[in-house]
């Protein structure tokens, strides 16, 4: 069964670069059928979708995101990772790593982690 | 990006049935059959209960189903059980090769 988990900074200063990573068992990161994506949900809000990847480095990013969002993936390491840019406390969630089916739908996802943007 | 409409709250009591909206645009759900729902219990992940409109992955109750006409989409909860109370999302994917979630409801079990 695929499990995802996620591991990063739970602090990051403003201005600062976030960079998580995401590591995958129980399946193959080099899947035909699949992308590798992020999601993240401030403190008390909804969901939103940060970007995709394929393993080939096909992408698709959140258009408020994609000037700041890079998404790549170490195949070597069945990982991938999710770099935010000029982070502000506009980006404190937490942040979920997924796989995406072909049809745009998520599952599993990791349990999430919590990062804080302050100073 | 816009998010879908989802109403902020419903309600129903045990073995009711509840149906939750999601509303959105001819470039999002009313043009793909790419709408999927997630349920969130406090302090955990998302949980996929509902993709490709009204499909049911592996070992989600036949309680939940979902349904589309035009650009709103429905999930569809029977019988009604405590374990049910939780956040439920939307979510389609859109003409700009993105997606968008709805805004959440919460499902209050009376």
């Known amino acids: 069964q695929l499990q995802l988990q996620e591991s990063g900074p739970g602090l990051v200063k403003p201005s600062e670069t976030l960079t998580l990573t995401c590591s995958v068992s129980?399946?193959?990161?080099?899947?035909?059928?699949?992308?590798w994506g992020w999601i993240r949900q401030p403190p008390g809000k909804g969901l939103e979708w940060m970007g995709s990847?394929?393993?080939?480095?096909?992408?698709y990013y959140n258009p408020s995101l994609t000037s700041r969002v890079t998404i790549f993936v170490d195949m070597s390491k069945s990982q991938f990772s999710l770099k935010l840019t000029s982070v502000t406390a506009a980006d404190t969630a937490i942040y979920y790593c997924?796989?995406?089916?072909?049809?745009?739908?998520?599952?599993?996802w990791g349990q999430g982690t919590l990062v804080t943007v302050s100073s | 990006q816009s998010v879908l409409t989802q109403p902020a709250s419903v309600s129903g009591a045990p073995g009711q049935s509840i149906t939750i909206s999601c509303t959105g645009t001819?470039?999002?759900?009313?043009?793909?059959?790419?709408v999927s729902w997630y349920r969130q219990h406090p302090d955990k992940a998302p949980k996929l209960i509902i993709y490709?409109?009204?499909n049911r992955p592996s070992g989600v109750s036949d309680r939940f189903s979902g349904s589309k006409s035009g650009n709103a989409a429905s999930l569809t909860i029977s019988g009604l059980q405590a374990e049910d109370e939780a956040d439920y999302y939307c979510t389609s994917y859109t003409s700009t090769n993105t997606v968008i979630f709805g805004g959440g409801t919460k499902l209050t079990v009376l």
């Open positions: 490709d409109v009204s």
């Open positions: 990847m394929f393993h080939s480095g096909s992408a």
């Open positions: 129980g399946g193959s990161i080099r899947s035909s059928s699949h992308y």
């Open positions: 001819s470039s999002d759900v009313g043009g793909y059959d790419y």
């Open positions: 997924v796989r995406q089916s072909w049809m745009w739908w998520f599952d599993p």
